[in-house]
């Protein structure tokens, strides 16, 4: 089994050098590290604080190493090309298991999943089906990581909090059935089916159309209306105590079941 480690510090990525362009004559492995550095750096964006990040490839089983994470929750996140799946799993570097062996498609999609660290240091471990060559990209993000927000004012008080980026929370994925609403100071929320309300956090490029919201793939969201959404439970943030509820935090990705998209 190959071995890498990534010493690098919290919110870094270890990836390959990059190289010149290839020229005739040319060593070809160079071209091969430039196209593995181009292909590395598109995937996984985009970059969250605090984030460990690395990619590696190979065609047989492969470990890379971040010594620097210390003990705590995590988010992964992980993708591949190149077999029809990767089996991957995480252990501590003295080889206590974190991540039992996952069988994962190398279909373009990020597959996510948390882990907890009891101490410091953590593998990643991948293994291409069929001995197939693979490559890969993988990421820790603190558990805790918060998307960074700004405020949208509609009419009449209403607001609605925005991300202001396209960095999601990180955080168990949920999806809750309820009806729009606004709380006594004017955020957008869920009333949920559990009796629960949730101050919502909406994707980047989110626009009100006098009170209805508009998310940047058209779906509208009617006070009042029947709705679905998916989305991600978001840590507590005190930067939105502008809203009643910020210990209660959905951070949505998709929402149906309303109005639908114009």
């Known amino acids: 089994m190959r071995v890498q480690r990534g010493t690098r510090g919290a919110g870094s990525s270890a990836v390959a050098p990059a190289t010149a362009a290839a020229q005739p004559g ?43 994470a210390e003990p705590g929750r995590y988010e992964v996140h992980f993708t591949c090309e190149g077999p029809v799946t990767a089996e991957v799993s995480l252990a501590s570097q003295a080889g206590a298991e974190v991540l039992p062996p996952l069988q994962v498609p190398c279909d373009g999609n990020i597959f996510k999943t948390q882990v907890a660290l009891a101490v410091r240091g953590v593998d990643f471990v991948m293994t291409p089906e069929g001995g197939a060559e693979g490559r890969y990209a993988f ?12 405020v949208l004012p509609g009419t009449d008080g209403l607001k609605a909090v925005v991300r202001s980026s396209q960095t999601s929370a990180t955080g168990p994925e949920v999806e809750l059935k ?45 006070a009042g209306a029947p709705v679905v959404l998916k989305g991600t439970r978001a840590p507590a943030d005190e930067s939105l105590s502008m809203c009643l509820n910020y210990a209660r935090l959905l951070s949505v990705e998709s929402a149906h079941g309303s109005q639908p998209p114009t």
Request: glycine share 12%; aromatic share 8%.
């Open 178 to 222: 309820g009806h729009m609403d606004r709380d006594g100071a004017g955020c957008v929320i869920l009333q949920a089916a559990d009796g629960n309300d949730y101050t919502l956090i909406f994707p980047e490029g989110t626009s009100f159309d006098a009170e209805t919201l508009v998310m940047p793939g058209g779906q509208r969201l009617a």
């Open 139 to 150: 990421r820790l993000v603190p558990a805790s990581a918060k998307p960074p927000t700004t």
């Open 26 to 68: 040319a060593d070809p492995r160079a071209s091969g590290v430039e196209d593995m550095r181009q292909w590395s750096q598109e995937q996984l964006q985009p970059r969250l604080p605090g984030e460990f990040a690395g990619s590696t490839s190979s065609n047989t089983t492969v470990s890379f190493g971040f010594t620097g």
